[in-house]
């Protein structure tokens, strides 16, 4: 059992509980006063960044107009994602088509709209945005190694090392297009902060090098993601990654400190959610068997995709927990006919010995990477239902 508390107050609890009672699960109930203290906080740890919200994290459209609201700009990945920024009266001026990978027609399609800002990590794409979004600003994707320190890596698929990086912000000048940055993402839910270090450490030589032997000046650092949700592994506080990153950025540029973008999905709206499924069995496997499996109504397949190898492992509490109850091994399943459909076996979750049919499970920080992180209707079942709470 984890304590609640250390992630939910009793005042949002309670609210929480009344405004959910009645609503069918499994449910996603999103908290958007929680969104609004983490877009706070991140703001005034890093005051002198601008924030580009990774819209993949939550799009969910509350979510969206609060941080429009707020100021945020932001990071989108497809022509889909674009059309629901727009419908939403937002500037293209706050706009970056940060995906790497993407159709030349997609590139025509925002820059129609009004998008100049683009990020690439290829040749062949670096001509694809020259040819269909003219003089657009450009910012090149560099690998950063961080498969061990993340929970959720984004490394591998995005970037090029730097030695490329070089040879393109060259050919974009070539090409006629604005040479803009740098960018990195230091893989999600990122434990490790001299993560940063390296990556900025990078940034800078190519920053020094450019300018000194091509005269290119570039003029911003695009720092990613990776700032922290609040899960079981304990991570730092965002302060502390504030307080580190910017002395590493001190350290590397001096006072000459280029623009800094921040990409942030996760951070922003993870401690927002809260799961709510229904356990539909409790049930052995043999007679003798130590662990009970609890089948419940959520699963890989309705948002729960990040149990995938159990990297990202969320606090759950069931609404049979009170203090001093007793509590055994089990193993959480989902619904669905797969056998892929577990959450958690070599992790040891423990849940109530009495828990039975009918009880809820409340999954905690799942307000990022869930609601439109599943199949539309495996075996039948609908995507998660969002509601959300002012
Ligand atoms: C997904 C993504 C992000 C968000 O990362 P978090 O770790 O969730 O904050 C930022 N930038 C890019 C390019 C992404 O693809």
């Given at each position: 059992m984890y304590n609640r508390e250390d992630y939910v107050s009793n005042s949002e609890w309670e609210r929480f509980l009344e405004f959910s009672k009645?609503?069918?699960?499994p449910n996603i109930v999103i908290n958007l006063h929680t969104v609004k203290k983490n877009y706070i906080k991140l703001r005034d740890s890093f005051p002198y960044a601008r924030i580009f919200y990774a819209m993949k994290a939550n799009p969910g459209k509350p979510v969206l107009e609060l941080l429009a609201e707020m100021g945020s700009n932001f990071d989108i990945a497809s022509r889909y994602e674009l059309d629901k920024i727009l419908e939403l009266k937002i500037?293209?001026?706050?706009?970056?088509?940060?995906?790497?990978?993407?159709k030349a027609k997609d590139i025509a399609y925002f820059y129609e709209k009004g998008v100049r800002m683009f990020a690439t990590d290829s040749k062949e794409d670096l001509k694809n945005i020259a040819t269909n979004a003219p003089g657009s600003r450009v910012y090149v994707r560099i690998l950063v190694e961080?498969?061990?320190?993340?929970?959720?890596p984004l490394s591998r698929k995005f970037g090029c090392h730097p030695d490329m990086a070089y040879d393109l912000i060259v050919l974009a000048k070539k090409l006629g297009l604005t040479p803009y940055g740098i960018s990195f993402h230091v893989?999600?839910?990122?434990?490790?902060?001299g993560q940063w270090n390296d990556a900025i450490a990078k940034t800078k030589y190519l920053f020094t090098s450019l300018e000194e032997e091509e005269d290119i000046r570039l003029s911003m650092i695009n720092m990613g993601g990776g700032f922290p949700a609040s899960y079981i592994e304990p991570t730092n506080d965002l302060h502390d990654y504030a307080s580190e990153i910017t002395r590493y950025i001190r350290d590397d540029f001096g006072e000459d400190r280029p623009e800094i973008i921040l990409e942030p999905g996760r951070s922003l709206v993870a401690d927002s959610g809260i799961l709510t499924s229904e356990v539909v069995l409790v049930s052995r496997?043999?007679?003798?068997?130590l662990s009970r499996w609890v089948y419940q109504d959520a699963g890989k397949f309705n948002g729960?995709?990040?149990?995938?190898?159990?990297?990202i492992k969320y606090p759950i509490i069931s609404s049979?927990?009170?203090?001093?109850v007793r509590e055994s091994e089990v193993i959480i399943a989902g619904?669905?006919?797969?056998?892929?459909?577990?959450?958690?076996?070599?992790?040891k979750y423990k849940l109530p010995t009495n828990l039975k049919i009918g009880d809820k499970l409340y999954w905690l920080t799942?307000?990022?990477?869930?609601s439109t992180y599943?199949?539309?209707?495996?075996?039948?079942f609908p995507p998660l239902k969002t509601y959300f709470m002012e």
């Open positions: 009645n609503l069918e699960t500037s293209p001026d706050r706009l970056s088509f940060g995906n790497t990978i993407k961080n498969s061990v320190t993340a929970d959720w893989g999600s839910q990122q434990r490790d902060i496997k043999n007679n003798t068997a729960l995709i990040e149990t995938l190898d159990e990297s049979k927990d009170k203090p001093n619904p669905t006919c797969d056998s892929m459909d577990i959450m958690y076996e070599d992790n799942t307000g990022a990477y869930t599943a199949s539309v209707g495996f075996n039948g």
